[in-house]
């Protein structure tokens, strides 16, 4: 069974880091690109960052360039976004996304505040 769980949000203070976790079964990470996107209260979903599969290329969102960090255990079949240096405006649903099968997580509340 196809599943992506996203984990690892809460809240946080500006300037802090917090670490996404996107666990991932139903296939092997090996194959698939999968993607962080973001949701705002009143605002569109939006692109974050993705990471490939087969090689590990990586793309991020200009937004969270130099903040943001993703990876992937494949051991563990599981997706990181490692988020520094975090802003108020970071503050949203974030979602993890399987490209190939367009699949969604449930994602995960980050709220960013002091």
């Known amino acids: 069974q196809l599943q992506l769980v996203e984990s690892g949000g809460g809240l946080a203070q500006p300037g802090g880091s917090l670490r996404l976790s996107c666990a991932v079964s139903?296939?092997?990470?090996?194959?698939?690109?999968i993607g962080w996107f973001r949701q705002a209260p009143g605002k569109e979903r939006e692109g974050v960052s993705c990471?490939?599969?087969?090689?590990?290329?990586?793309h991020y969102a200009d937004s969270v360039k130099g903040r943001f960090t993703i990876s992937r255990d494949s051991a563990r079949n599981t997706v990181y976004l490692q988020m520094n240096s975090l802003k108020p405006e970071d503050t949203a649903v974030y979602y993890c996304?399987?490209?190939?099968?367009?699949?969604w997580g449930r994602g995960t509340q980050v709220t960013v505040s002091s």
């Open positions: 996304h399987s490209k190939s099968q367009d699949y």
């Open positions: 990471i490939s599969g087969s090689d590990g290329t990586t």
């Open positions: 139903g296939f092997s990470l090996g194959y698939y690109v």
